[in-house]
């Protein structure tokens, strides 16, 4: 069975910066389409990133210039790195692979000063 897990989450002050990182057990994401979601409190959840399996990435417009998707097939991980971290930027991130449509259990990002 497939499982995706998120890892790298945490507190961070505004500025500051996270990677968060997306594995996979039961299969290999090198061959699929993985995407990055967040919610927030009280929101819906919404696309941050995604990265085709080419592997051509797409950031939410809103994001771009703070976030990159990138993935390393080597060790099975998709990575979120997150730069200049903003207050609104708090939610739950969540690992998503289209194929199967397939998601891990999400990790949190809170920022606080």
């Known amino acids: 069975q497939v499982q995706l897990v998120e890892s790298g989450g945490g507190l961070v002050q505004p500025g500051g910066s996270l990677r968060l990182s997306c594995s996979a057990s039961?299969?290999?994401?090198?061959?699929?389409?993985v995407a990055w979601y967040r919610q927030a409190p009280g929101k819906e959840r919404e696309l941050v990133a995604s990265i085709a399996h080419g592997p051509s990435a797409h950031v939410a417009d809103s994001l771009k210039g703070r976030f990159t998707i990138s993935r390393d097939n080597s060790k099975n991980v998709v990575y979120l790195q997150m730069t200049s971290l903003k207050l609104e930027d708090t939610a739950v991130y969540y690992c998503?692979?289209?194929?199967?449509?397939?998601w891990g259990k999400g990790t949190q990002v809170t920022v606080s000063s």
């Open positions: 998503y692979r289209s194929r199967g449509g397939i």
């Open positions: 039961g299969s290999t994401l090198a061959i699929y389409d």
